[in-house]
């Protein structure tokens, strides 16, 4: 069964960068494509990036564009996601989601248990 | 802001049919994407409810069904129960340029 486990919680100051991370088991990196999706608090899910199998590229949504590196290290199976220059309105829970390559635009079938990062001065 | 629009709220006693509406666009649902649900209970992570429009995955009750008409989809859970209380979202993938993978507005669901 395929597990996604993700860091710890994050306090930061505003204009500083996280990064989270994401541990596959179960599967390994290369037979998923990881994505990433944050939800504010009390706000709905907001796909942020992922692995695209078609292009074998990674898609970032136009609003996180220059602010979000999404990369992955296949030999540990980790996933990560470091956001910079962060501000008030990211403090949110991030969550790692995947589905099985090469499936194209599949739905999420596994998803992290989220880390929620406070941007606090 | 989300290109999907849902209810805000939907509710329904036990034993009650409740649907929750997804609605689209051109770009999204309407270009023939397939749309997904999720269902998240309070502080978890969502979870896959249906797939490909009205396709449950293994373990999800048949009171669960989708389906997609157009530029929308929607969910319908038969036999409403106390632990359906969630919030659902749609998903579909959109082919304009700013954001590729897009989720619905949500819907919190209230058992009566």
Known sequence: ?121 | QSVLTQPPSVSGAPGQRVTISCTGSSSNIGAGYDVHWYQQLPGTAPKLLIYGNSNRPSGVPDRFSGSKSGTSASLAITGLQAEDEADYYCQSYDSSLSAFYVFGTGTKVTVL
């Open chain 1, 1 to 121: 069964q395929v597990q996604l486990v993700q860091s710890g919680a994050e306090v930061k100051k505003p204009g500083a960068s996280v990064k989270v991370s994401c541990k596959v088991s179960g599967y390994t990196l290369t037979e998923l494509s990881m994505h990433w999706v944050r939800q504010a608090p009390g706000k709905g899910l907001e796909w942020m990036g992922g692995f695209d199998p078609e292009d074998g590229e990674t898609i970032y949504a136009q609003k996180f564009q220059g602010r979000v590196t999404m990369t992955e290290d296949t030999s540990t199976d980790t996933a990560y996601m470091e956001l910079s220059s962060l501000r008030s309105e990211d403090t949110a829970v991030y969550y790692c989601a995947s589905y099985r390559a090469p499936m194209v635009r599949g739905p999420y079938d596994y998803w992290g248990q989220g880390t929620l990062v406070t941007v606090s001065s």
